[in-house]
């Protein structure tokens, strides 16, 4: 708070010495003393008696109250005359009447006596105490005709009150006066300390200005180192994104060639189906010769163990599959835990700029630690990278392996070719052909377990299938993370 702030005090208030009371007691006797005040205002007459021959009245109002008497002036040659005189009437006694009486003037040419044109007394009543006004026409007395407009209001009046009254206002507003000057010099000296102190903090507001510009700047230069941070991992999760399309591409390399696998198990399966035609027909003709089948037993039974052979060759390419998969596994786990750096690292630049209020130097120690976290998190990027690498150039080798197999599995397929040929040609006798069928039912179980195993490969395809989107959509959700730290940097 600026030095120069201080209160200014309002000033006392200013009465008199004494009270009205007390002014009044000492007074009391004085003070009692009351007057009878009339306001009257003689308005008109109408409709007089003409007293003049010749001619008509001169007429004027005399008005009497108590000893006191007034007059309106004289109105010539007129039955109907307007006045409109005002009077005032000061008696120390209470009147209980007023008197009206209206005169022809004498002008000097007849008896020098004013002629009386009718008069009319109005008694008061209450008027003094209720303070009500009075207005309206009276009706003139010992005349034939005519009447008179008048209109009064009486009060009562304590003059030595009133003026003991008059002089205490007169010394409150002497002492509000005096107040009033002490009020204007207070907020004279309160307006003087207030420029004063807006002088002050105008030198105090841009200090602080000053330091505020240079506090923007640093926070500015954080801002940025955050920023290339920020990209620098952009750029790592991009490579990532990049590596689990590959992966994609390559889990789609896989399924193709599983569902080449399955077509050529379909047409396996269709020459087994013939295999069993066949013997169905050996055994008709095992009937009409069964001396003519040694030798080509011999050559079934050659046939019957190249298909084992083929058999365990496709055993070993499933084992590689699950090899192949448990390497999907471990690079998803690898991906994963890449996530997780990416996620922490998302987090620790969010709480760096939540914690960029701070002072400058905490900042700058928060970005060398960021710094090194990145080191960290960047090399074990490589490393991941590298392991990746790695299980892609094992996939790599996989899909050529399964085109191995597939070539394998053609020629399979035309061995059987010729040996369905080699069958249709031969006349078996009946041992040798309830012992293909038998072998043929081994084959067979073992044909059906393959397919067990390869519908359990499906299943664990579509299983990494499934894992694999799951990290897409973690992957997805890191990089949104990490576009939200950036948004709330900037």
Known sequence: MPSIFKRVSRPDPIVPDTTLDQELGNAADDANLTLYFVNLAVASASDLVNADFGGKSDPFCKVTLGEVSQRTVTVQNSLDPVWNDQMNFFVADKPDKITFHVFDEDTGMGSGKDDSLGEVEFEFSDMFETGVKYEGELKLRNVKKGRIRVALRCRMMKPIETEIKLGYVEKQLEGKGKEQEATVAALDESEKLREDAIEELSTKEQEIIQKADELAEKQKLHQTELTEKEQRILDQAQAIEQKIQDYEEAQVALKETE???????????????????????????????????????????????????KERAHDEVVKKMEQTEALRAEVENELTAKEQVIQEQAKQIELKAKESADTLSAKEKEILEASKALAEREAAAKDAQQKQDAAQNELDAMIKEKELLEGEVVKVKGERDELSRKLAQATGDANAASDLARKHEQKQAEVNSLTKDKEGLEKDLGKANADLRALQEKEAAAKAGTRKAGCMIM
């Open 259 to 309: 569902l080449k696998k399955q077509e050529a198990e379909t047409k396996l399966t269709e020459a087994e189906e013939e295999i069993l035609r066949k013997a169905e027909e050996l055994e008709t003709k095992e009937r009409e010769n069964a001396d003519a089948l040694t030798a080509k037993e011999k050559e079934i039974l050659a046939a019957a163990d190249k298909l084992e052979e």
